[in-house]
């Protein structure tokens, strides 16, 4: 029989619906991972259950409903149209090889579980795991190993696994995202004063535990700030959306938002590499909200790059990763 080898496209994850109640499903299975918020589990169960999963998910569906499309999330349309873009590039054939590209949501539908099983029921007997974040987080990466070892663990027969390894350097990656700031530069009406590379921060404390997340992200911003040949000057690297009190990583970027518009910057570019398709976090964390903050600082205009999301270029790179690790099985 001919090998079937299933790749399994996996993100972070979206509500069903920009309701409370359906993100507070949502919000539930994501803050209630031990690999996004380690603190004491009895302590955090009080306060997720009877604080944040209280208050939370109504501020949080309004501001769903803001980006929501047509087709659901913008990161779950996205999502889709990038394996709909990575099987046409592979085809459904390699050599002597069947393939099927999935996606799975870390939280969320499609789940992990389900998108694994239909690629088992399938006939997959390799998996190919490529997470969707170039930079490696315990919290993003790590959680998604956990997730589809654990998936699998429950199998009698457990297809042998592979992993896309953390794409932060590749020159393909690094090639679709200076395309992608050039073109975004191109329409816009006067230069950016100031560029802002902006990646979804984690808590110091894990960093000082050895996960190697800031320096994955300091190559990225390097390696782009090279391809764009940017003055050293011209750019700052800073980290969004911070939840509690604890210290994370920084700069943060609200504040440096606040801080160039009181220095006097009125044109500001952000670009977000460690998020692969446009969610929350860009199109309004920094697409609404900090455009406010920097405006009500001094400055004038905030443009916002877009996520790789289906550029071809980007669907190439994946494809081109893909490749490079099916060596060997096709």
């Given at each position: 029989?001919?090998?079937?080898?299933?790749?399994?496209?996996?993100?972070?994850?979206?509500?069903?619906?920009?309701?409370?109640?359906?993100?507070?499903?949502?919000?539930?299975?994501?803050?209630?991972?031990?690999?996004?918020?380690d603190l004491n589990p009895v302590l955090w169960w009080a306060i997720l259950n009877g604080m944040i999963l209280v208050v939370r998910p109504r501020k949080s569906a309004a501001l769903y409903r803001k980006i929501w499309t047509a087709e659901g999330s913008p990161l779950l349309r996205f999502s889709r149209a990038q394996v709909e873009g990575l099987q046409a590039r592979l085809g459904e054939r390699m050599g002597d090889a069947e393939i099927r590209v999935a996606l799975a949501m870390r939280y969320g539908n499609p789940s992990m579980s389900s998108a694994v099983e239909d690629l088992c029921s399938w006939g997959a007997d390799r998996i190919l795991l490529f997470p969707m974040y170039p930079q490696y987080a315990g919290a993003t990466r790590g959680s998604t190993y956990d997730e589809v070892f654990r998936v699998l663990g429950r199998r009698r027969f457990v297809p042998?696994?592979?992993?896309?390894?953390?794409?932060?350097?590749?020159?393909?990656?690094?090639?679709?995202?200076?395309?992608?700031v050039r073109e975004k530069i191109a329409t816009l009406s006067a230069p950016p004063q100031r560029i802002?590379?902006?990646?979804?921060?984690?808590p110091q404390r894990y960093a000082d535990r050895g996960d190697p997340y800031p320096e994955h992200c300091a190559l990225t911003a390097r390696l782009l700030a090279e391809r764009m040949q940017w003055d050293p000057d011209s750019f700052?690297?800073?980290?969004?959306?911070?939840?509690?009190?604890?210290?994370?990583?920084?700069?943060?970027?609200?504040?440096?938002?606040?801080r160039l518009g009181a220095e006097g910057v009125k044109r500001v570019l952000?670009?977000?590499?460690?998020?692969v398709a446009d969610c929350l976090e860009t199109l309004d964390e920094i697409g609404n909200l900090g455009r406010e903050q920097f405006r009500s600082a001094g400055g004038e205009s905030l443009d916002l790059a877009p996520c790789l999301n289906d550029r071809p270029d980007w669907l190439d790179a994946m494809a081109s990763l893909s490749r490079r690790e099916l060596a060997g099985w096709i």
């Open positions: 029989m001919a090998r079937r080898i299933g790749i399994l496209v996996s993100q972070l994850g979206t509500p069903d619906a920009p309701t409370p109640s359906a993100v507070r499903r949502y919000l539930r299975q994501f803050l209630g991972d031990r690999r996004v918020v042998t696994l592979r992993v896309v390894p953390p794409f932060h350097g590749d020159p393909e990656y690094i090639g679709a995202l200076a395309a992608s802002m590379i902006s990646f979804h921060g984690i700052v690297m800073t980290y969004q959306s911070r939840f509690g009190r604890e210290p994370w990583l920084r700069p943060y970027t609200d504040q440096t938002l606040s952000v670009v977000c590499p460690g998020f």
